[in-house]
């Protein structure tokens, strides 16, 4: 059973830093694009960050430069760095396992967890 568990949002304020975590088990990890997706309150679910199995990254345009993700597969872990956070960064972020470059979003999903930003 793929299981992805989020860990680190919370609540910070505008121009802090945050850093998401999510565990995976139940897949080859090293095998497996990871991504970073989030949905805001009334907003569709929109892709933030992906990494690919050979560590290529795609971004999200409103985060390039501003956010890093990065895998460690021998913890299975991958992490989303949030630097100058925004008010508009205020959503809940959904680990994701299975995407690829050309279509990043796979079919596993975490939970979420919530990062709120305030001004």
């Known amino acids: 059973q793929v299981q992805l568990v989020e860990s680190g949002g919370g609540l910070v304020q505008a121009g802090g830093s945050l850093r998401l975590s999510c565990a995976g088990s139940g897949i080859i990890f090293s095998s497996t694009g990871m991504g970073w997706y989030r949905q805001a309150p009334g907003k569709q679910r929109e892709l933030v960050a992906f990494?690919?199995?050979?560590?290529?990254?795609l971004y999200a345009d409103s985060v390039k430069d501003r956010f890093t993700i990065f895998r460690n597969n021998a913890q299975k872990t991958v992490s989303l760095r949030m630097n100058s956070l925004k008010p508009e960064d205020t959503a809940i972020y959904y680990c994701n396992a299975g995407g690829t470059l050309r279509t990043p979003a796979g079919q596993y999903w975490g939970k979420g967890t919530l990062v709120t930003v305030s001004s």
């Open positions: 990494i690919s199995v050979g560590g290529f990254t």
